[in-house]
């Protein structure tokens, strides 16, 4: 069974500090995913890595794909109150369904 | 960019009644919908994948004759829970995929309380 383990489950910094959170996994995924979701809301796609080593960014945050592919981080700069919320990383691999990680609860205080 | 449409999102219903909670692709068609079940400050719980015209595989655990699951057109899938208890009260939320690509787009998710 693959398993993503992100860390830390909770983070509360204050507004302009950086953050990095991370997704870790025993197995290989051919694609990973992060999403951020907002209470009530669905899950909400910021970016897909594909290749291990790729770096894609996406105004103040930074996505990191292993090079392995086992691995994922999200490094955000300058972290505003609109920030908060639960970020998901999960990983693909062939035709398995999406593994999601348990998730990464960030609140961001002005 | 691909857009699915659940509803509804809030349902209040009486336990051992029924629920339908739709799911419809606007603007892409749905070849594989995945229906999701996420508790209070916990991750996604995958239930169920259905392809279109063809029966759900569901997950480990999940009861397939309490959790009907309806793929009937590639822009509509439908998850009905049977005789609701209060355990089943929780967020639910459908994914359309398009077949061989990283069109993954979720809903918005259905908020179901049983009292």
């Known amino acids: 069974t693959q398993l993503l383990e992100q860390s830390p489950q909770f983070l509360s910094i204050q507004e302009g500090e950086n953050l990095t959170v991370y997704c870790n996994s025993s197995s290989v995924f051919s694609s990973l995913q992060w999403y951020r979701q907002e209470p009530g809301e669905g899950p909400v796609l910021l970016v897909t890595v594909v290749t291990g080593g790729e770096v894609k960014k996406l105004k103040r945050l930074t996505f990191q794909f292993g090079d392995a592919r086992k691995d994922s981080s999200l490094h955000i700069t300058a972290a505003q109150p609109g920030d908060t919320g639960l970020y998901l990383c999960a990983g693909s691999s062939g035709n398995t369904p999406l593994v999601f990680g348990k998730g990464t609860r960030l609140s961001v205080i002005a | 960019g691909a857009v699915v449409s659940q509803h509804p999102s809030r349902v209040i219903c009486k336990s051992g009644t029924s629920v339908k909670i739709e799911c419809r692709s606007l603007?892409?068609?749905?070849?594989?919908m995945f229906w999701y079940r996420q508790f209070p400050k916990q991750s996604l719980m995958l239930m169920a994948t259905s392809n279109e015209g063809s029966k759900a595989t569901y997950e480990q655990g999940v009861e397939k004759d309490k959790f009907l699951i309806n793929h009937a057109s590639l822009t509509l899938s439908t998850l009905t829970v049977t005789s609701a208890h209060p355990e089943d009260s929780s967020f639910y939320i459908c994914r359309g995929s398009l077949r061989g690509g990283y069109g993954y787009t979720f809903g918005s998710g259905t908020r179901l309380t049983v009292v």
């Open positions: 603007d892409f068609q749905a070849t594989t």
